[in-house]
């Protein structure tokens, strides 16, 4: 049983818009194991102190970044599908990073020998609508899974023959005053995640911690929403 743990953070200035989320993903059994230390996470320089936690709980993280035009980001924009009448396009960016982001972290799992199971998803606040939110299952469950078992068969291992998705939540904060608990702190450690610059993470410092530039494929994915071809250059 897995816990994978999702938050993002948005920027822009002049020329761009900008979204970080941040994945990771850890064992439940060693995650209930290292929270009662969870403490120690909260140490300046935070950053290196969750690096520590992932070594600990044999934990892995991918940091993701979509940087991309104003005029693809429009937050009036309504994007639909056949399965989705009418979303925001801010919200089809969001879930199409999330979606490419498991991906990836879950293919990293797979280049590291781990074993995966049952995985339960939790991220941070985030207002679908219902047909949104079920689309984004069904879309994990229905092609990121088999796609993500089928390359796992071609390395000819069978660490994903047991990989299914249970449950996907939304986490809120923890109120003042009363202690989180422990999907909040997943959460929190995820929203951190997203602080840490590319720069930083490249330097090796990090030993647990993936940064990936997802501009590329969430521009072509998102601008066929606006009549272009994937392919288009």
Request: with cysteine; glycine share 4%; charged share 25%.
């Given at each position: 049983m897995?816990?994978?743990?999702?938050?993002?953070?948005?920027?822009?200035?002049?020329?761009?818009?900008n979204?970080v989320?941040a994945?990771?993903?850890?064992?439940?059994?060693?995650?209930?194991?290292?929270?009662?230390?969870?403490?120690?996470?909260?140490?300046?320089?935070?950053s290196?102190?969750?690096?520590?936690?992932?070594?600990?709980?044999?934990?892995?993280?991918?940091?993701?970044?979509a940087?991309?035009?104003?005029?693809?980001?429009?937050?009036?924009?309504?994007?639909?599908?056949?399965?989705?009448?009418?979303?925001?396009?801010?919200?089809?960016?969001?879930?199409?990073?999330?979606?490419?982001?498991?991906?990836?972290?879950?293919?990293?799992?797979?280049?590291?020998?781990?074993e995966?199971?049952?995985?339960?998803?939790?991220?941070?606040?985030?207002?679908?609508?219902?047909?949104?939110?079920?689309?984004?299952?069904?879309?994990?469950?229905?092609?990121?899974?088999?796609?993500?078992?089928?390359y796992?068969?071609?390395?000819?291992?069978?660490?994903?023959?047991?990989?299914?998705?249970?449950?996907?939540k939304?986490?809120?904060?923890?109120?003042?005053?009363?202690?989180?608990?422990?999907?909040?702190?997943?959460?929190?450690?995820?929203?951190?995640?997203?602080?840490?610059?590319?720069?930083?993470?490249?330097?090796?410092?990090?030993?647990?911690?993936?940064?990936?530039?997802?501009?590329?494929?969430?521009?072509?994915?998102?601008?066929?929403?606006?009549?272009?071809?994937?392919?288009?250059?």
């Open positions: 897995h816990y994978f743990f999702l938050d993002e953070s948005y920027s822009s200035d002049q020329t761009r818009k979204i989320m994945a990771w993903a850890v064992e439940q059994k060693r995650f209930n194991e290292w929270l009662p230390k969870r403490s120690d996470t909260y140490r300046s320089p935070v290196a102190s969750i690096n520590s936690m992932l070594e600990t709980c044999d934990a892995w993280a991918v940091r993701g970044t940087s991309l035009d104003p005029a693809l980001f429009r937050s009036g924009e309504i994007d639909g599908t056949d399965d989705v009448t009418a979303m925001h396009r801010t919200d089809n960016i969001w879930s199409q990073c999330f979606i490419f982001l498991v991906a990836t972290l879950i293919k990293e799992l797979i280049r590291r020998n781990h995966v199971g049952t995985v339960d998803i939790y991220h941070g606040p985030k207002s679908l609508k219902p047909d949104h939110a079920k689309a984004l299952q069904k879309t994990l469950c229905q092609l990121i899974i088999p796609e993500a078992k089928r796992d068969s071609e390395r000819g291992s069978r660490l994903l023959e047991n990989l299914n998705l249970r449950d996907i939304p986490v809120g904060k923890a109120p003042v005053g009363q202690a989180p608990d422990k999907f909040q702190v997943g959460t929190w450690v995820a929203d951190k995640l997203c602080s840490c610059s590319h720069k930083t993470i490249q330097t090796g410092c990090f030993s647990r911690i993936i940064s990936w530039d997802m501009s590329d494929v969430i521009r072509k994915t998102i601008r066929q929403f606006d009549g272009k071809s994937f392919y288009e250059d």
